[in-house]
């Protein structure tokens, strides 16, 4: 499995992190073959292209199950929020999206086929032996109490038309650093027999902003809580280069 975190609009960037590392080809196409790949939100925001992000995650899903390959993508606040800005449209949303980075250019080339893609996007995914969620958070406790019951929780309150729901989910979304500390190891491993999985990957908390290192420095995931979590926020839209993160192979024991 190859992990890409939060890209923030920054395609060039994004593109030539998928062709070093193999995964796309000539005209930006899927070069992975049956190679696995997961984005883990925040496609929008911060950056000039999030649609264009968007199109080429979709693209490459279409192409790549096409091959035997697998492209998965989870919902990110900000994808979140561009939906709300487009949705309800008053100077209240809008104001918090453009606080938050909010790209004009974004929100005027959202279709209706990015808003659909964007909502069926699942909030936590695993795969094997890791946990996949966007952030370094335990909100998600509140939307369900297994991974299909908080995906279905998300992915209802997205197509409502609930304000004050959609209020609520951004703002839990500002949780960060939940298993960081003393007692992080312990926080992450109540999560994880929460929702299964014997490791956390995240992105939403540039790893630049948790160890004080220079943008141009990030290159590699973080591992912290005694190793049980693996942030991939490689922080892009900080001026980062990104990293693509390759996850180990699991070793059975016979």
Known sequence: MYVIGDVHGQLPKLTRLLSDAGLLGDAQRWAGGDAALLFIGDYFDRGPDGVGVVELVMRLQRQAGAEGGKVYALLGNHDALILAARRFSGKYWLDAWERNGGNHADLS??????????TKQPAMLRVGDVLYAHADATFYTRYGDTIEDVNATFTNLLRAG???????????FSERHAFDGPDG???????????????????????????????????????????????????????????VHKVPAPIHSR
């Open 109 to 118: 080339r959202l279709r209706d086929e990015h808003v659909e893609w964007i």
């Open 162 to 172: 609930d304000e004050s729901a959609w209020d609520q989910l951004l703002d839990d």
């Open 185 to 243: 190891a312990d926080s992450t491993a109540r999560f994880l027999r929460q929702y299964g999985g014997d490791q956390l990957m995240h992105g939403h908390t540039p790893i630049q902003k948790v160890t004080s290192a220079s943008p141009e420095t990030v290159v590699c995931a973080h591992r912290y809580a005694a190793g049980r979590c693996v942030n991939v926020d490689g922080g892009m839209y900080l001026g980062g280069p990104g990293f």
